[in-house]
């Protein structure tokens, strides 16, 4: 698939990107070359291969999940100038 010059001016009209010709000549060309190696990934027979959500054949190591740190909740609650019911307070902003 090609481009033209014209396609080019468009493309950069809507990304509003200032242009020189110089400029829309090179991007032309490789816009294309980029079209065309899109062409012929395409054109690759994929049947039968299995989509990848990584090139390898790994795992990824976890952590356990397991709570490391105590509930401090109450400390935290106790400097505050206004709670209620585990919450805090906090003046009214947007009416």
Do not use: C, W
């Not at 493309?11 to 294309?32: M, P, V």
């Not at 952590?63 to 009214?92: H, Q, W």
């Amino acid at each position: 698939m090609s481009i033209d010059k014209q396609d080019v001016q468009k493309i950069a009209h809507l990304a509003r990107l200032a242009l020189t010709e110089e400029g829309a000549d090179q991007y032309q060309h490789s816009l294309s070359s980029i079209l065309s190696l899109v062409e012929q990934m395409q054109s690759v027979n994929t049947d039968g291969v299995e989509p990848l959500s990584n090139p390898l054949e790994m795992t990824q190591r976890l952590r356990e999940d397991i709570v490391t740190e105590e509930n401090r909740r109450d400390a935290f609650l106790a400097n505050a100038p206004l709670t209620e019911a585990g919450l805090f307070l906090v003046p009214k902003v947007i009416d």
